[in-house]
């Protein structure tokens, strides 16, 4: 101590004359940068969405890619580029993949094993969307084949010589499948983005979780098998994250004891699917509803004119059970119109499109339950491998681009979004 007094003062003194030009200064290259907006989780009142305290209506899109093509820096600037494209339109929530259950570049390599690579993919995504004011619904396992599914759960199970059955049903009634699907959505939930630091359920870009691509369980067409998986999947959820939203992903159709299952359902098979739209969606921990809109798929026999009428009529049917019996926000999570129909004409495309988003937009203006749609499916050049019968790159087809801002900017007049700055100010101010 004694020794050491002769270097200390000097030492303090300089230090502190550090310290004050800091805190007198030292902010400055911090604040010449804009500060990242601070997001809020959007919630559900009723039959509304919320965000800060004003109804949100929601405009968007599906990319199912994103994650895969986020894998390979090579095709990386595809997702940045979709995820740009979506705000230049005016839109705010894009649906897309958080899963790959097997098969090439999957997420989930096997059963709790997961690829590093993959899910830096998935932070990428999330971490990209937030950049370009994008929210995502995210989707976690698929009732089809695609990306793996419940088929290569049943798989697994099967191969660990742990299934009860090699009927792909049984991934929701196999004690051993709900395990792994359980860890699955446990892993998910709780990741903490290597780019953002933010844990997936803590982070409010993504919107909401969709618990399955159109879940069917055609082995129960009583249902009930179904609604046991869900009511304690969806519980499951909610006991990790109270934080998002969460729908179910269902397709819409009316189960076998309702009253809509002949008048409204497209034909009777659809009542035998183990689905039923209003009982499934009624459970508790369910925040909004979800339909899909696919005509071509469900009639094989109707003109385009007829087909436009029925999606009218159904749409309709699912805004009045959630105005009146649910008491809960539906979102038309997919719809889409095929371009190998006989009949398809590219003028089509746009009349359908239009008949959806007036739905919604009457809806929204009502104070309704018709909460918004997102079209199947947006891509960017290049990507002519990964599309359907449904895909358009928006920008080359000058109608529909157009639709797409008109709609963008007439929600977000309801809302009150188009007097705000930013760029919804530019883009709606232009059609005004």
Not at 15 to 41: H, N, Q, T, V, W
Not at 292 to 321: A, C, T
Request: charged share 25%; hydrophobic share 35%; glycine share 8%.
């Amino acid at each position: 101590m004694v020794a050491g007094n002769g270097v200390l003062y000097p030492i303090l003194g300089f230090a502190s004359c550090l310290a004050f030009i800091y805190m007198s200064f030292g902010d400055l290259k911090l604040s010449s940068f804009p500060k990242e907006p601070r997001l809020s989780f959007v919630e559900s009142n009723g039959t509304r969405f919320f965000l800060d305290g004003k109804a949100l209506y929601v405009n968007g899109w599906n990319s199912y890619w994103l994650m895969a093509h986020s894998v390979d820096e090579n095709t990386r600037p595809r997702v940045s580029a979709m995820l740009q494209a979506g705000a230049n339109m005016g839109l705010t929530v894009c649906r897309t993949w958080a899963f790959n259950d097997g098969g090439y570049d999957a997420l989930q390599i096997s059963p709790g094993q997961f690829d590093e690579r993959v899910f830096q993919a998935l932070d990428y995504v999330i971490a990209e969307a937030r950049q370009h004011g994008i929210r995502l619904l995210l989707s976690l396992v698929n009732n089809l084949q695609a990306y793996g599914g419940k088929t290569q759960y049943v798989k697994w199970a099967w191969e660990e010589g742990v299934g009860l059955s090699s009927s792909n049903d049984s991934f929701f009634f196999d004690p051993s499948i709900r395990k792994y699907f359980k860890n699955y959505v446990l892993t998910v939930l709780t990741r903490k983005n290597t780019i953002t630091g933010i844990e997936y359920r803590n982070d409010p870009t993504i919107f909401a979780w969709e618990l399955m691509n159109e879940p069917r369980c055609i082995s129960d067409p009583s249902g009930d098998t179904l609604q046991v998986w869900l009511e304690e999947m969806t519980a499951f959820i909610k006991s990790i994250d109270k934080n998002h939203l969460l729908t179910i992903g269902l397709e819409g159709f009316y189960g076998p004891k309702s009253p809509k299952k002949s008048t409204v359902n497209p034909e009777e098979w659809a009542s035998t699917l183990g689905s039923d739209f209003v009982r499934n969606s009624n459970i508790t921990n369910v925040d909004f509803t979800s339909v899909h809109i696919y005509p071509d798929h469900w009639f094989h026999d109707l003109g385009f004119e007829q087909k436009r009428n029925y999606v009218s009529k159904w749409m309709r049917s699912h805004i009045e059970d959630c105005n009146k019996e649910l008491k809960k926000p539906v979102m038309f999570t997919e719809y889409g119109l095929s371009n190998q129909n006989k009949d398809y004409m590219p003028t089509q495309r746009e009349q359908f499109y239009r008949t959806i988003l007036d739905i919604i937009y009457k809806s929204a203006k009502k104070k309704g339950s018709g909460a918004g749609a997102l079209v199947w499916q947006f891509f960017v050049e290049g990507m002519e491998e990964y599309n359907d019968d449904f895909g358009i790159v928006p920008w080359e087809n000058p109608s529909i681009y157009k639709l797409t801002i008109e709609q963008s900017c007439r929600l977000a007049r309801i809302q009150g979004l188009v007097q705000e700055k930013g760029k919804l100010k530019e883009l709606c101010s232009k059609r005004d």
